[in-house]
């Protein structure tokens, strides 16, 4: 069965980069069929898309975001991650990762169980 | 940017009732809509793609239905394991958007 992993510092400092990477078991990310793909969630909010990506290594990013995130893949290790730069506290959130199927938009059907990231001094 | 309104905001149910979530597009998305239910603490669980197709797994008590800009998630008697925050999502769009959620409790 398909599963998620998020890693990465559970801390990061104002001004910093955030960084976090997803591992996938199960399947694999060089796949046709699927995008893989960043959401967040701020403490007690809802759900914000940040981007998703291709195993070709196209991307697409939320324009709210956009200047500030950067997604990659490593097919060798199965991994896609994240980095998000110049943050501050309204970045603090819980990190998922997830995989779509029919666009990089959505249906995400696999999560990862998510990684809360603080962002504070 | 589609807006999702979600209502209502939150619901308090008795076990074995019928919930009846709604959600409104800002503009017509065909049925590039899903429903997620969350689970304090879990990540987001895939209910229904395109509208109204359950995913794999999801219990029969749990519909979808609606088109345009008009949509609604349907708990057919309802448990207490249904607890949880459910959230709309569209992809018809560029951003793709989530409402803003209702929340569901067992009374």
């Known amino acids: 069965q398909l599963q998620l992993q998020e890693s990465g510092p559970g801390l990061v400092k104002p001004s910093e980069t955030l960084s976090l990477t997803c591992t996938v078991s199960?399947?694999?990310?060089?796949?046709?069929?699927?995008?893989w793909g960043w959401i967040r969630q701020p403490p007690g909010k809802g759900l914000e898309w940040i981007g998703s990506?291709?195993?070709?290594?196209?991307?697409h990013y939320n324009p709210s975001l956009k200047s500030r995130v950067t997604l990659s893949l490593d097919t060798s290790k199965n991994q896609f991650s994240l980095k998000l730069t110049s943050v501050t506290a309204a970045d603090t959130a819980v990190f998922y990762c997830?995989?779509?199927?029919?666009?990089?938009?959505?249906?995400?059907?696999?999560w990862g169980q998510g990684t809360l990231v603080t962002v504070s001094s | 940017e589609i807006v999702l309104t979600q209502s209502p905001d939150f619901q308090s149910v008795t076990p074995k009732e019928k919930v009846t979530i709604t959600c409104r597009a800002s503009?017509?998305?065909?049925?590039?809509l899903y429903w997620y239910q969350q689970k304090p603490d879990q990540s987001p669980k895939l209910l229904i793609r395109?509208?109204?197709q359950s995913f794999s797994g999801v219990p029969s008590r749990f519909s979808g239905s609606g088109s345009g800009t008009d949509f609604t998630l349907t708990i057919n008697s309802l448990e207490a394991e249904d607890a949880a925050t459910y959230y709309c999502?569209?992809?018809?769009?560029?951003?793709?958007?989530f409402g803003g959620g209702t929340k569901v409790e067992i009374k």
């Open positions: 503009q017509s998305i065909g049925s590039s």
């Open positions: 395109f509208g109204y």
């Open positions: 999502q569209q992809s018809s769009s560029f951003p793709p958007t």
């Open positions: 199960g399947g694999s990310i060089g796949s046709t069929r699927y995008y």
């Open positions: 997830a995989r779509s199927t029919t666009s990089p938009y959505g249906d995400f059907d696999y």
């Open positions: 990506l291709y195993y070709s290594g196209s991307t």
